[in-house]
């Protein structure tokens, strides 16, 4: 990367060495290489090492970045498109659902999920916990919320608990009409459980996508589902198959 | 917010932290109010700065905290639901457009642009400018990108620059037949020109959506929209109206 020295700029330092190290992230590193160690990068920039620390956790942010204990600092692949629309109009698990049952339990609902689903506090929810997976990595996972009167059919004898419990809650789910269904995506940060299962340190950055499955006029079912925001690109609309996986940092230029 | 001692638990102190705090905003806290100072939060909770700090990152990160430069840290509203599917099948600047146009430059396009696009890196731009406004709140900045190509009729004479120039390439978008568009969004961070617009400070988490205008069966309009992350959720799907803003911080407790 040479050894360029950074002259003193307006922006912050370490936004300057960022969009340096994106120019030369793109001119002469390929992807899952491994970046030189802190100090040497540093050194070659001229820079401390909290600057250039900011400057590496701001490309890990644009997932330009991985950084992985044992490894180091590597290139990031561009993220992966997932498509979130084309989900819409299906209920969880029917058709091309992304999507493994983990468990599920029965208890009651946080707060703000019982106010979501329009229950009582008190009802207790069946608790579908998902996984998605894409590229054989885990992108996603979901918690999804459905009253116990959305599927009064169900019976405690077949599949009493695990994941055969989860897809007979989601069969019974299935026999409502599925009237419609609203998300919304927000930044989020990984809570230890979901971290664990994405791979991600607790805190890590994620994209949380909240939809509700309307059924009857009402709430039928609330999914949370938490994506890796380093790796996901989240897609919607007609085909939700936008590449330019750059365009951030272009503008940056 | 009592005095309570953090006993040594498995999961980061700073995460611990971050969950008691999470607890005393939810039921000690309204919105608005400015949380004591840092240095005594730290001695009432038992903690180190760093660590408080890193607790009150996370929950800005989260959008239940904001921290102002001459104000101190205050406890945030809810994120304002901000529709992008709505968007959907409409030409930007066309009917109920939340975006208002600032100015419009003809120049080459970042070669990630240029390449979604499908055009050559040398064939000259419209680059739009737009910001987007929600309850007097710049919510988002965008950068619309439009290949000469895609209005032919545009002439110099009306309207050579400005605002005005942009809402004439805008029009003159307008007389293709919109086919369809395809979105995606990943997280960001704020580049200098966007951060100054929407009040946030270099390098802060953003949501970026980038949307492919399809028309004449190619890509007639490419717009890279960023939005603030602390302040909005995106929603979409059928009415994109899920009011469920704290279930990602009521999934830890």
Redesign the interface.
């Known amino acids: 990367m040479g050894t360029t020295q950074l002259e003193s700029v307006s922006?912050?330092k370490?936004?300057h060495l960022?969009t340096v190290l994106t120019e030369a992230l793109e001119s002469e590193f390929t992807v899952g290489e491994i970046l030189p160690n802190e100090r040497d990068l540093a050194a070659r920039f001229g820079v401390a090492r909290a600057t250039l620390r900011q400057a590496l956790e701001?490309l890990e942010?644009?997932?330009r970045l991985q950084r992985r204990r044992g490894v180091g600092t590597t290139v990031a692949p561009p993220?992966m498109?997932v498509a979130?629309?084309t989900e819409?109009h299906a209920w969880p698990g029917t058709g091309e659902d992304a999507w493994q049952a983990v468990d599920c339990t029965l208890a009651e609902a946080?707060?703000?999920?019982a106010?979501?689903l329009e229950t009582e506090r008190a009802e207790p929810v069946h608790t579908v916990r998902r996984t998605r997976m894409t590229h054989g990595q885990p992108v996603a996972a979901e918690?999804l919320y459905i009253p116990q009167s959305s599927v009064p059919e169900l019976t405690a004898i077949d599949a009493p608990h695990g994941a055969a419990r989860a897809r007979a809650v989601l069969r019974e789910l299935q026999r409502l009409e599925l009237e419609?269904?609203?998300?919304?995506?927000?930044?989020?940060?990984a809570?230890?459980?979901?971290a664990k299962e994405l791979d991600r340190l607790?805190?890590a950055?994620v994209?949380?996508v909240?939809?509700?499955f309307?059924a009857a006029g009402r709430t039928a079912a609330?999914s949370?589902a938490?994506y890796r925001?380093?790796t996901?690109?989240?897609?919607?609309?007609?085909?939700?198959?936008?590449?330019?996986?750059?365009?951030?940092?272009?503008?940056?230029?």
């Open positions: 922006e912050p370490y936004w960022r701001q942010l644009e997932g993220r498109g979130v629309g819409q946080p707060a703000a999920v106010e979501a918690l419609g269904n609203e998300s919304a995506v927000e930044l989020g940060s809570h230890a459980d979901d607790p805190g950055p994209l949380v909240t939809t509700r309307l609330l949370v938490t925001a380093d996901c690109r989240l897609t919607f609309g007609d085909s939700g198959n936008v590449e330019i996986h750059q365009a951030p940092e272009q503008r940056a230029s």
